[in-house]
């Protein structure tokens, strides 16, 4: 059984929370100041508290609060060396957390969707432990980067459901348009990405040779690729990655002289 603390129960904290419940193998504590946080995540975890001092039992401390907050929390952390620290926060620079605990630090960007064990995830090479390669393991897939890509992979995978989810909508919108109600449009929207998506991930075709296996001759998928490689879609993707990044960047800038 592996202790897991996690501090700060918002989304993402309480994300890895349920996901972490349901892979089972983990005692979860949930440390928050706010008791709303904290009852609302009651029922994934084992124990429930506001005091920080509860993280000295853990194996795993998990630092999910925001990058703001980071600095007040990691003053009142007394962790060992035997314990690890896992940052969550965008643009919080692993050597900054390191400088203030005795503990291994590694930083990882996961998603939502650790909820449901779909997560993505990129964790840094520098302070991956095989303990922390098994907790993400156990809510979806990770990659191992070096710290100068966690900007980028901040971008992609810890903004990107915010992207997908405006694409779902508009194709959910499509459909609305054509007849379908809401709640059809939805599920069939939704799923479609969830489809394609793990297509991508188990089929050994590149995406572009994914496409080729859609579009037939003369039907309809080609009809609407045409729209969409006439279109500006693929840019926009871009420009929104590129803005999360350089975000991610500015906030990385805020500790430097901390």
């Known amino acids: ?5 996690v501090i700060g129960c918002g989304n993402m904290g309480g994300a890895l929370l349920r996901g972490l419940a349901r892979a089972e193998g983990y005692h979860l504590t949930a440390i928050d100041l706010d008791p709303e946080a ?10 429930t508290t506001d005091d920080v001092a509860a993280a000295r039992d853990a194996d795993i401390v998990v630092l ?60 840094t090479n520098e302070g991956l432990t095989d303990e922390v390669r098994a907790m993400l393991d156990a809510v979806g897939e990770f990659v191992e980067v070096d710290e100068s890509l ?6 992609v995978n810890g ?17 609305i348009d054509g007849g379908l ?23 050994d075709r590149s995406v572009d ?6 579009c037939s001759p003369n039907g ?17 993707v871009e420009d929104a990655v590129a803005a999360a990044e350089r975000r991610s960047r500015e906030l990385a800038e805020e500790f430097d002289d901390a």
């Open 1 to 5: 059984m592996t202790r897991v603390s």
């Open 38 to 47: 904290l009852a609302a995540i009651e029922d994934a975890a084992d124990e």
């Open 64 to 123: 999910a609060v925001k990058p703001d907050v980071a600095p007040a929390v990691l003053n009142d952390l007394d962790l060992r060396a035997d314990q690890q620290i896992v940052t969550l926060a965008a643009g919080l620079p692993r050597e900054f957390v390191a400088e203030r605990t005795d503990a291994p630090v590694v930083r990882i960007m996961p998603n939502l969707a650790a909820e449901t064990g779909d997560m993505a995830a990129a964790a």
């Open 150 to 155: 966690m900007h980028v992979s901040t971008a």
């Open 159 to 175: 903004s990107g459901p915010a992207f997908a989810f405006y694409l779902i909508d508009a194709m959910k919108q499509g459909g």
């Open 181 to 203: 109600d809401p709640e059809q449009a939805e599920t069939l929207a939704a799923q479609t990405f969830k489809g394609a998506a793990e297509t991508v991930l188990r089929d």
């Open 209 to 214: 040779e994914l496409i080729d296996a859609v």
């Open 220 to 236: 309809t998928t080609i009809e609407g690729m045409d729209v969409l490689w006439d279109s500006e879609a693929d840019a926009a």
